[in-house]
């Protein structure tokens, strides 16, 4: 599996919304311990803890995956997979509710997105390019 500098270390990254991802992430650092890795304008965040990962996010009405969802989107699960396109024919087999189908994003990753029985919102991924972050307007905090 590639790598990408731009994607949180993890195979399985949840993705949890707030108000204000700003405060959420310093909340989070400071009462929690995690650490700030990259900041994607005032919309993301990624957070790291050891070898595990949290995504901060915010996700307004208007937002292309919450207006598809069949509920309010308050999070998503994030997961690395080694073909995404090989993953996805299989899902799409199953009858799943697709959001969104395979795309590849100037980060440097090739995702697609899926909404599972609950309701639950999984976006699978593959790091298909090394991007610097500054590249596509994300800022590297703590690499």
Not at 14 to 22: G, M, Q
Not at 70 to 93: C, G
Request: with cysteine; charged share 20%.
């Amino acid at each position: 599996m590639n790598t990408n500098r731009s994607m949180p270390p993890g195979i399985i990254i949840p993705e949890l919304a707030y108000d204000d991802v700003a405060a959420a992430a310093a909340w989070l650092c400071k009462t929690f311990g995690f650490k700030e890795r990259l900041r994607i304008a005032d919309h993301r965040c990624q957070l790291t803890f050891g070898d595990a990962s949290v995504v901060v996010i915010e996700l307004s009405r208007e937002h292309p995956i919450t207006a598809v969802a069949t509920q309010p989107l308050t999070h998503k699960i994030m997961v690395h997979v080694p073909d995404v396109d090989q993953h996805y024919e299989h899902v799409q087999q199953s009858n799943a509710r697709i959001l969104n189908p395979p795309e590849t994003y100037p980060f440097g990753e090739r995702q697609y997105t899926v909404e599972d029985l609950g309701g639950h919102v999984w976006t699978f991924t593959q790091s298909v390019a090394d991007v610097p972050p500054e590249v596509w307007g994300g800022q590297l905090v703590n690499p």
